[in-house]
């Protein structure tokens, strides 16, 4: 009875503890920022000009609040924010005043840039007003567009594209961004009259980051918490029709070195489909898609004992994306669309996503893939139901149901057997304020012959202020486990995974900030036995020019559950219940933005597996011609000391990429990664011209080869056009 009574006073002091941050304020915390705009009654042009009627009319939005280096008083650098609209479009014009002198900072014309290495101006729209989702836009100085599909209250996809209109105009004292986007490209209810919207401001030069509504400093300006109000003088227009359709034709050829036989030549047309059945909800169709022109994935040297993770860049997955995605942590993920058609053709696909209300958003998902004959994968059909429901102001309740069936007749296959079946809930805590978060998982997996140990158990909670961050996760993953259509690189382990982190803020310093953050991650098996951990005390420093270092010391203790080759190069493995302890240091610099010269350069030294060392470099270096060219430069050289039979072994990685922008929509890159450790030499070479807004014309160059001696494996060059045609 004692201990029964302590228990159930800790919970009451926990929750009383956490009750005012959940719900002290019924209200979001921005609400007397309100911008009122008003429909346009005069043409307007996109051209950079303040001179129509339109905007001399219209309300502005100015006196910007700092939000770093700090965020306790006004921003020092001057914006001006003008909104309007009519039957057709929203539009925003900006007027981004200089505080300093000297030219602007920008990586280059190219879209969705690098928010830290460019001066910007980008603005969040949350047409619900409910804080969790939304959409984002903007421009940096020279005029290369940022565009992305917002989720999780701040999450910023910019993977996502849609069809928009933006001009930048340079002027001595100032840069002018004007912008109209169309109502057909964003997702809003009829009748909502307040939206959720905040402006935000990058500038290098002065060191500084501002917003119209005041954003605390530990939180991204695209946090959906701190929005303002943006309020209509009448119901934002909706259009009768809104369909879309966007048809592609491809040709190329392609050589395989090592299968022998002529070069094949490739001829392929297919479609995509975007159909608003309601302004908040989308039904994307795709037939005989192709992702010819997507950006490759960026090699790494891996001395992991498990499955690395690559994200999702084509664009039929990405549009409300996060209701299949976001589902669960970043190791376990009961659905990730990489799974699908990356290995076999993908016939066509159906997606149904966004929202049936404010308080209900849904996700309905089904591809169906064809036999690939050359990888020996049969045909499947993937079909995906999420549902999300909106509680306690900013949380939400989810509900997923994951479904693949091998459908394919490939020799050998019992396809009537072979199946896996997902099925999970989730609860995702988020304050008014957002300074708590945290989720509570439960998951079931459904397999042929397969019972017990088959489902997870996770949760977390984090309190994040400007002095205090703190974190706990727990996992529990069961040995039987499986997600197919997922990602879930380790199972049959309980994890606990605490941090804690401090700041402190000198004042009339170079030092912005400095800390100390401790994070562990304990593994265990079912048992409870401990199989591994690593654990970190980390000294961090920032400066007011958005400099970093941070210092850590880590320790790690190993107990392998499974043989383990260290080099990962199929040698000789460790025994399965070998021990290895190790510790070593790290340090990580990176450069500030306000170059043209940038780095990120990070070092460890220490231990490794069988009482071995290791000694590693890896980073980024950068430098730029503005705003034309950006060079940049990924490495890693890795030594590895082991006993025999390992020895010593190094090994280099060198990815050198070149980005080219001759205007806003005309670009060309080139990426090439040597990578010791695969043995591989990758080329990819694309020129890319954005004739209309969402239309593009590809030319892509790729090459895989053995390095040493110089061998192709492949090669292939490929002729895309895309077009967006509204209907």
């Not at 849609?162 to 001009?167: G, M, P, R, T």
Request: hydrophobic share 35%; proline share 5%.
């Amino acid at each position: 009875m004692k201990h029964d009574y302590r228990l159930k006073t800790a919970v009451l002091l926990l929750l009383l503890l956490c009750l005012p941050g959940l719900y002290a304020c019924a209200q979001k915390a921005n609400a007397n920022y309100r911008y009122h705009i008003k429909r346009a009654h005069s043409d307007i042009s996109i051209d950079g000009v303040m001179n129509e009627p339109a905007w001399l009319q219209a309300d502005s939005a100015d006196n910007f609040h700092m939000v770093l280096p700090m965020d306790t008083s006004l921003s020092k650098v001057k914006t001006v924010v003008r909104m309007t609209y009519d039957d057709r479009n929203l539009y925003i014009l900006v007027i981004n005043y200089n505080l300093l002198a000297g030219p602007y900072m920008v990586e280059s014309m190219k879209r969705d840039w690098n928010f830290v290495k460019n001066d910007n101006f980008i603005f969040f729209i949350d047409p619900f007003n409910d804080r969790t989702d939304g959409f984002t836009f903007g421009a940096n100085a020279a005029g290369g567009q940022w565009d992305g599909s917002m989720y999780a209250g701040g999450s910023v996809d910019l993977n996502w594209d849609n069809k928009w209109y933006s001009a930048v105009k340079q002027y001595p004292d100032k840069w002018i961004f004007e912008a109209a986007i169309p109502f057909k490209s964003i997702r809003y209810k009829k009748g909502i009259r307040e939206w959720g919207i905040n402006f935000s401001r990058n500038d290098l030069k002065a060191a500084e980051k501002s917003a119209w509504a005041p954003v605390p400093r530990q939180f991204p300006t695209a946090s959906l918490a701190y929005t303002g109000t943006l309020v209509w003088d009448e119901d934002p227009p909706t259009s009768s029709s809104n369909v879309s359709i966007i048809p592609y034709a491809l040709t190329g050829v392609t050589k395989d070195y090592q299968g022998g036989g002529p070069a094949t030549i490739k001829r392929e047309v297919g479609a995509d489909a975007k159909v608003s059945v309601t302004p908040s909800l989308n039904l994307d169709l795709t037939v005989s898609p192709d992702f010819s022109q997507v950006d490759v994935d960026q090699q790494v040297i891996d001395l992991s004992r498990y499955q690395l993770f690559f994200p999702e860049k084509r664009q039929f997955f990405l549009e409300n994306g996060d209701l299949f995605y976001n589902f669960g942590y970043t190791d376990i993920r009961p659905f990730f669309s990489r799974q699908i058609g990356l290995m076999q053709p993908i016939d066509a696909g159906a997606r149904l996503t966004g929202k049936l209300n404010k308080d209900w958003r849904i996700g309905l998902m089904d591809v169906q893939t064809g036999n690939s004959i050359q990888n020996n994968m049969d045909a499947g059909n993937y079909g995906v139901l999420t549902l999300q429901r909106r509680v306690l102001d900013r949380s939400n309740i989810g509900f997923i149901f994951v479904n693949h069936d091998i459908t394919g007749t490939l020799p050998g296959t019992n396809y009537f057997d072979n199946y896996n079946r997902n099925v999970g809930m989730e609860f995702n805590l988020a304050s008014t304020s957002n300074m708590w978060t945290g989720k509570l998982l439960g998951l079931k997996s459904f397999s042929p012959g397969v019972s017990g140990h088959d489902f997870v158990l996770a949760d977390h909670i984090q309190y994040f202020s400007k002095y205090w961050q703190l974190y706990m996760q727990e996992e529990y993953v069961g040995k039987n486990y499986v997600a197919a259509v997922g990602f879930v690189p380790r199972t049959g382990y309980i994890k606990f995974s605490p941090l804690v982190l401090h700041n402190w803020f000198p004042k009339k310093t170079k030092i912005l900030s400095h800390g100390l953050q401790f994070t562990s991650n304990y593994y265990f098996d079912e048992n409870m036995n401990r199989t591994d951990n690593e654990s970190a005390l980390s000294y961090i420093l920032t400066f007011r020019d958005r400099s970093t270092i941070t210092l850590s010391g880590i320790n790690d203790y190993v107990k392998l559950q499974a043989p383990f080759d260290p080099t990962n190069t199929h040698r000789d493995s460790l025994a399965i219940g070998t021990e290895h302890h190790y510790n070593s240091l790290d340090l990580l610099i990176n450069s500030k933005p306000q170059s043209v010269f940038t780095y990120s350069i990070e070092g460890t030294f220490g231990g490794y597996y069988d009482n071995g060392h290791r000694l590693s470099f890896n980073g980024t270096v950068g430098y730029r011609v503005q705003p034309y060219v950006n060079l940049a430069i990924n490495g890693n050289y890795t030594d590895l000391r082991l006993p025999r039979p390992y020895g010593d072994t190094r090994f280099t990685l060198i990815g050198p990429k070149v980005d080219i922008t001759f205007t806003n929509t005309l670009y060309f890159t080139t990426y090439v990664q040597y990578n010791e450790q695969q043995k591989d030499l990758n080329v990819n070479a694309r020129f890319q011209w954005r004739y209309r807004p969402a239309s593009d014309i590809f030319i892509v160059y790729a090459e895989n080869s053995i390095p040493t001696p110089y061998t192709p494996v492949n090669r292939m060059l490929t002729f895309k056009w895309t077009y967006w045609w509204n209907i």
